[in-house]
C-alpha cells in the first residue's frame, strides 16, 4: 500500500504556471504507472498524463503542448508541470498509482483554479 499526497495547486491567471508534485509514502520505483488525473464540477475525472517506470509519458491531447509529466524515483515524487494554463484547466487534480498488480491507489486531490 501506498499514499499520495499532491501539492502545488492553487489560483493562477490564465497564461499562468503551476507545477504540482505527488509525493509517495514508498519507492515508485516498482510503480508500473503513475498518472495525474482531474475533475472538473460536473463533469467525470479524467486522465491528463501518465508516466512508467521507464519514463514513457502519455498526456491529453487537451493539454499535449503546455503540460509536462516527469518522475523522480530517488525523491518518489512525480511531477505536472502546467503552462500556458486555460480556465478550462480548473479542477481538482489527483495522483494516481498502478501497480503491476493492477492495485491502484489515489491522492486526496489539490485544486487547481485559473481565472482572472
Known amino acids: 500500500q501506498v499514499q499520495l499526497v499532491e501539492s502545488g495547486g492553487g489560483l493562477v491567471q490564465p497564461g499562468g504556471s503551476l507545477r504540482l508534485s505527488c509525493a509517495a509514502s514508498r519507492s515508485i520505483f516498482s510503480i508500473a504507472i503513475m498518472g495525474w488525473y482531474r475533475q472538473a464540477p460536473g463533469k467525470q475525472r479524467e486522465l491528463v498524463a501518465s508516466?512508467?517506470?521507464?519514463?514513457?509519458?502519455n498526456l491529453a491531447a487537451s493539454v499535449k503542448d503546455r503540460f509536462t509529466i516527469s518522475r523522480d524515483n530517488a525523491k518518489n515524487t512525480v511531477y505536472l508541470q502546467m503552462n500556458s494554463l486555460k480556465p478550462e484547466d480548473t479542477a481538482v487534480y489527483y495522483c494516481?498509482?498502478?501497480?503491476?498488480?493492477?492495485?491502484?491507489?489515489w491522492g486526496q486531490g489539490t485544486q487547481v483554479t485559473v481565472s482572472s
Open positions: 508516466i512508467t517506470t521507464s519514463g514513457n509519458a
Open positions: 494516481n498509482a498502478q501497480y503491476y498488480s493492477a492495485s491502484t491507489y
